[in-house]
């Protein structure tokens, strides 16, 4: 035998079931299969990928299965990224198959499945027992829902316990027949592409096929262009129906690049003595190869970026490969353009726009050694990096870090166990800390660097805070403008300064009520109020994107007194139309950036002064340097104060703090001017004063007080369920079961959570707080154990570890 050759390879595959499987390994593959490959394996009637975790001869009691094909001939996964799994899946409490698959943008999904229809004989008898049936009759049951359209197997054995069954004897009775389908995908091979969508005309009548009417319909009820992938998830089949309609002239299909634009060239700064005093330790914890993590605070505009550059200068000189991760939002064709002018061809960009062609073919080179320099979002703290020396995390405190399926692994507390175990340096900076980073100073893990000053000591802006209470007692008037907001705006207007106006909350009117009877119209599958969209004349909802046509008369009373209330961007747009009808006045929110590069677009288009005022949410408080831009506007400060949340004070001074950063970066100095009700809130208090340090104390002091994080870890266990019954029922039972609580452990709830119905799902939820962490894993643990030992279904449970949101 050959060294190197087993018959048994252990794999992991993207299910529930949290172990690997054994498989068999035929004469081919003895010698070929390595730990870190990818392979197809059957897995009950499918067949799947997972990865290859051991090769051994250990003969397993129960009779295996043959492993199908090998996909790389080289391992994808190093054994420094396989323990890294190893660890999320372990923290977060996530099969480590589904943390292998998220790591990898080259995962390839093979589905083969069968697809019932009925006969017209099938048709007949569905309407002759639709008469005769119960409604519990799963002859019924399964008949009545393939009169409607044909389904898959799979789709039916969720639906119905007895599928299976009861479709073997329509079958033989000829009433239904199967289809054998069969998709392979590999972004590594398969080329995909880009496309964005958007409707040209409205349809003609006639007669279309099901997908493309609905396909039809979500593009008359959400306008604008779209990625055709993205819609796939909204209308199923929707990529077929597109190209169908694409040539009956009814939508134009057009190819979406991400190429390298050509933005702003960085020069190159000598680094000032405050930026010199940051980096020197970074350059010698880098030189000496030892894991050591800093803290880079520095305020808006204190050259942070040019300390990142030089550190991965270092990094480079002793012959390591660095990687710097940006929150999704800030890494623009721009900033790209930034690293390629520094580092040329050593660099490599992943970014979630590239189509997954793009993306495997920058994996592959980075894996191959061909790049040393990776700028990456979230994902790519998982870039397979030779040798790394070098991890940065600029605006640490950012939420986009944390991803919001499973597994919930937060970027960057990943990038930091990455770095220890590689006996790399890591950087995490920020304007304003998040709390844990903060509190991790003081406790010795992190080493905090200032830059409490501006590059070439700009001032800070001032910052007026305008109380909103008084501005109506004065005028008697509820408007969206104070006085002294719009006298602001004009002088600006007057001087060609340019204005940025914050208001963190999109759409025309937050939500529609009726006068008569109080009736506010919700989503059809949430328990949230709808938003008018006034340019789309639509009502849509912010968290699962349902729409609906604005009602003539109210739902529930017929009274024709509807009203809009509640201030959103599209609104303060209009309203500064009408103040300022001369004024150049750019939007930018989710609604104006449909696609990737609109964002760019937009800010571009600002940048070079073709508008004099930017409005728009939290999009605009992102690191943009723009020198012209002497007065930031917040329309409302108090919006997000009301979250039902522990880090609502902490997001607002965030929030207040970096938007009021965008102000004065250039020769002029900036002024900000904050409306609110709320003016003796210390989060709004605080940001005014640009205090940082105030605010972390007082915050840490509640935090304490209330054992949140930092001084617990925390999770939620989120219970979740179509029938309200249900989710109360299992939530009761987990919570029955994981009571009393063991020692250092609070357990809250369970609970209705702050959104207690969300996609047509009914929620509940117990909070955790734990004083330690080994104690609340092995909670976490049993709670998991307890739903796959009580059969729940696999998308019923919901844990998350240090959650960020708790909606
Ligand atoms: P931050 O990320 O801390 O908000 P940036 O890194 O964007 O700040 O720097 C702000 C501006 O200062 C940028 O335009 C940058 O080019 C410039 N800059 C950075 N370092 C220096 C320096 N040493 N001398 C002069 N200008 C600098
Ligand atoms: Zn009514
Ligand atoms: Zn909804």
Redesign the pocket.
Known sequence: MPEGSFHYCDVSLPVPLDRPFTYSLPETLRHRVKPGCRVIVPFGPRKMTGVTLRCHDDAPDVATRDALRLIDSEPVLDDELLALARWIANYYCAPLGEVLRTMLPLANEIRSGKVYSLTPAGLDAARQLLLDAGPEDPVASVLRMLEKHPLSASYLAKKLPLADKVIRSLERKGFIVVEHVRTERDPLRAASENLRIELESEPIEGRFPKAERELVAFLTLHPGSHNLKDLETQVRGSSAAARSLARKRIVTLTRESVAQASGPV??R????PA?QAAFDPIHSAIESKQFRTFLLH???????????LNAIDSTLATGRGALLLVPEIALTPAMASQFFSRFGDRVSILHSAFTDNERADQWRRIRSGGSSVVVGTRSGVFAPVHNLGLIVV?EEHDQSYKQEETPRYNGRDVAIVRAQAAGACVVL?S?TPSLESRYNVERAKYTLLE?PE???RRPMPTVELIDMREEFLETRKQSTFSRRLLEAIGQRLDTGEQVMLLLNRRGFSSFVACRACGERIQCRDCSVTLTYHRRDRRLLCHYCNYAERVPSVCPKCRSEHINFLGLGSEKVEEELHREFPRARIARLDRDTVTGKRQYEVILQGFRERNFDILVGTQMIAK?H?I?NVTLVGVVSADIGLGMPDFRAAERTFQLLTQVA?RAG?GDLPGIVLVQTINPDHYAIRMAAAQDYQAFYEKELNFRRMMHYPPFSAMANLLVRSEKQEDALRLSTDLGRFLTPAPEKIKIMGPAEAPVPRLKNEFRYQLLIKAASRVALNDLLRRARDFALDKKWNATALVIDVDPLTLM
């Open positions: 960085r020069t700064h000598a680094l000032n930026q520095g305020v808006t505009g204190s050259g942070k970026t040019e300390v990142y600029d900076g304007a830059l501006r590059i070439e690191g340097d020198p950063g970066r």
